[in-house]
């Protein structure tokens, strides 16, 4: 093993390309022949590290968006059961002088609590997450506060759009089919 140092980085290809040339001639390779020796610059590794992060961060959200997608499906499917088992204390709401918007406002309240619950519980675990791992590597903790905020508007979002329906559903009960039941 051979390790150099270059003392201007701005020449780092060129040292590599004569390191290369001298160690094809000492190895006496032919120059149709593949070299019996492997050059590993800074350069080449750093842009190494940043495809692996690339890919990783393409995959991560990826992961995210299922997630959410999930997680929406999931809120949807608690409020239209929620709005099924509660018809009762909708006609009640609703005969004794709630509006549909009341009702709708309600519903969809619910939902974003639960979806915010979530996302607030995710931005926990991701920060103890955070803590852990650069406790067990020994690396600085780098926190994005930015990703956070994003999480949690997300999860605001998928409140809003996974409950819209069931809140509408709930909205459109009749109060006296609702009470007879």
């Known amino acids: 093993m051979l390790i150099a140092q270059v003392s201007d980085p701005d020449r780092s290809d060129e040292t590599t390309n004569r390191v290369a040339a001298l160690l094809r001639q000492r190895h006496r390779i032919q120059p149709s022949a593949l070299d019996d020796f492997t050059i590993t610059s800074p350069a080449v590794t750093a842009a190494q590290v940043a495809r692996a992060g690339t890919t990783f961060q393409k995959t991560l959200t990826g992961i995210s968006a299922m997630a959410l997608l999930v997680g929406g499906i999931v809120i949807m499917g608690l409020m239209s059961i929620a709005v099924t088992e509660r018809r009762r204390e909708i006609g009640v709401r609703r005969s004794t002088g709630a509006t549909r918007s009341d009702v709708v406002q309600q519903f969809l309240f619910e939902a974003i609590f639960v979806s915010l ?7 926990i675990l991701g920060l103890i ?3 852990a791992v650069s ?3 020994n690396l600085p903790q780098v926190i994005v506060w930015q990703t956070f905020e ?26 006296v089919s609702a009470l007879r039941s």
């Open 150 to 175: 994003l999480a949690v508007a997300l999860s605001f979002t998928v409140g809003v759009l996974f409950g819209l329906y069931p809140a509408w559903r709930a909205s459109r009960v009749d109060p």
């Open 129 to 131: 997450g955070v803590r």
């Open 135 to 137: 406790g067990f590597q």
């Open 117 to 123: 619950a979530g996302g607030i519980a995710g931005v």
